[in-house]
Each structure stands twice: as C-alpha cells, then as structure tokens.
C-alpha cells in the first residue's frame, strides 16, 4: 500500500514538473484536447476499477461459500459416521474432527510458509486414505447396510467438495488484468500532473485525495483476491461451529 502510494504520488510529481517544462508551448487547442485525453484515461481507470473490484468481489464471495458447502460435507459425514457399528462409529469421529482441525489450520496458514500448508495438505489426504479404508472395512462386513451406503456418499462429497475448495482459494483475478490496472492508474495519475502543470497550479489536496482513492481501491482490490496474504480473510465461522459440534461426546 505504501509502495503504490509512493510510486503514484511520485509519477504525479513527475506529470506535473513536465507540465511545468512543456506548457509554454501549447497553444488553447492543445490544451483542450489534453484535458480530452485526461477525462478519456480517468474513465477508463474508472472502468478498470469496477470491472475488478466486481471480479475479486465475485472470488471472494465463491471462497465463503466453498467453506460453508465444505462444513456441509463434512457434517453430512459427521452425522452418517453416527449410524455406523459401534467400533467404527468412534473412529470415523474422531478421524472426522482431525480432518476439520486440519482444514481449520490450512485456511489460517499464510503463504509465508509453504512448507506448513505442504504438510497440512499431506495430513488431509492421509485422512482421506484412512476415512475410505475405514467405509471400505464396513462394507465388507455389511455389504448390503444401507447406513454404510449413505456414510460412503457423504465420504465422496466431503472429497469432492475439498478440491473444490482449494480450487476456489487458487481462483485469483489474471495477473494481467492488476497489470493493465496499475499501469492505467500509473497513467492517469501522470496525466492529472501534467495536466496542472500545464495549469501552473498543483491543486495538490484534490490531486492528492484522487491518489488515496485510487490507491485504497487497488489494495482494496489485490487483499481480496489473495487471501493467503492479506488482511480480509474469508470468515471460517461453519467450520468452528462444526468442530464445536463435532468435539460434543457421542451418545
């Protein structure tokens, strides 16, 4: 944030001081299609902006969801595992509230530590392998239990449902899109300096609350779409009210 600040406020100073060197040479025709220009470069930063904020909007409401389907899934399992034999019923639980720990760990880990989310990931498929040996062993020894049917569904949706939201956190506006965005704020910030130095006035409060805002939508807009990183994190509330579900003693 204070990079893109710096770096705006810079390229207005720098907008403005070839303003300042180049005005003696424009004629009113010049000028009046300058200011042409500097409307035609804000509007498109202005389209920029709304077009991306309503893609990283739109990631980020899929990432709320992924969790509350995930937290569905893993319930649905939850409840199932309930109506298993006596001796898998404890363990499929159990294994069931390790995995939303897991899950619960791996949306908190920040991209800092790659090597964290790597081991997190390697515990969850372990899981996985463990869940499916264990409905398999049901199902062998009841082969036509329906309870054992419904718990290996819920099994293959809490599987499902998990790539899906992986696939959701990793679903992040093209990185050409923030590109072509910082260049037309860049722009558009080195136009409004030219422009007032054509004018010999710096209208430095106004120029100054137009970078602020600028620079608030992008940051605004990059926290959104990178959720491992910055400071808007999708809210984890249904997987902590299952886990406060699921650490309930069974009957």
């Given at each position: 944030?204070?990079?893109?600040?710096?770096?705006?406020?810079?390229?207005?100073?720098?907008?403005?001081?070839?303003?300042?060197?180049?005005?003696?040479?424009?004629?009113?025709?010049?000028?009046?299609?300058?200011?042409?220009?500097?409307?035609?470069?804000?509007?498109?930063?202005?389209?920029?902006?709304?077009?991306?904020?309503?893609?990283?909007?739109?990631?980020?409401?899929?990432?709320?969801?992924?969790?509350?389907?995930?937290?569905?899934?893993?319930?649905?399992?939850?409840l199932r595992a309930r109506l298993l034999p006596a001796?898998?019923?404890?363990?499929?639980v159990t294994l069931l509230r390790q995995y939303v720990?897991?899950?619960?760990?791996?949306?908190?880990?920040?991209?800092?530590?790659?090597?964290?989310?790597?081991?997190?990931?390697?515990?969850?498929?372990?899981?996985?392998?463990?869940?499916?040996?264990?409905?398999?062993?049901?199902?062998?020894?009841?082969?036509?239990?329906?309870?054992?049917?419904?718990?290996?569904?819920?099994?293959?949706?809490?599987?499902?449902?998990?790539?899906?939201?992986?696939?959701?956190?990793?679903?992040?506006?093209?990185?050409?899109?923030?590109?072509?965005?910082?260049?037309?704020?860049?722009?558009?910030?080195?136009?409004?300096?030219?422009?007032?130095?054509?004018?010999?006035?710096?209208?430095?409060?106004?120029?100054?609350?137009?970078?602020?805002?600028?620079?608030?939508?992008?940051?605004?807009?990059?926290?959104?779409?990178?959720?491992?990183?910055?400071?808007?994190?999708?809210?984890?509330?249904?997987?902590?009210?299952?886990?406060?579900?699921?650490?309930?003693?069974?009957?």
């Open positions: 944030m204070l990079v893109l600040l710096a770096l705006l406020f810079a390229c207005a100073e720098a907008g403005y001081r070839l303003g300042l060197c180049r005005r003696s040479r424009l004629d009113e025709s010049a000028k009046s299609r300058l200011s042409s220009i500097q409307s035609a470069i804000l509007a498109l930063l202005g389209l920029l902006l709304g077009f991306t904020v309503a893609m990283s909007v739109s990631r980020y409401d899929g990432r709320k969801h992924a969790v509350v389907s995930e937290a569905n899934a893993i319930g649905t399992a939850a001796p898998e019923r404890g363990e499929a720990d897991i899950r619960l760990q791996s949306a908190q880990q920040r991209l800092l530590d790659p090597a964290a989310l790597d081991e997190l990931e390697r515990k969850a498929l372990q899981l996985h392998e463990k869940l499916w040996l264990l409905a398999a062993a049901v199902n062998s020894k009841e082969p036509q239990n329906f309870t054992t049917g419904l718990f290996i569904t819920a099994l293959n949706d809490l599987i499902d449902v998990k790539g899906l939201r992986d696939a959701a956190l990793d679903n992040h506006v093209p990185a050409s899109v923030l590109v072509l965005l910082f260049a037309a704020a860049i722009l558009a910030v080195g136009m409004v300096g030219y422009s007032n130095g054509i004018a010999t006035h710096r209208a430095a409060v106004v120029t100054g609350m137009l970078i602020v805002l600028f620079a608030l939508t992008i940051f605004v807009i990059v926290d959104l779409d990178r959720p491992r990183r910055g400071l808007i994190r999708v809210s984890q509330i249904s997987m902590t009210e299952l886990k406060k579900g699921l650490d309930k003693p069974l009957p």
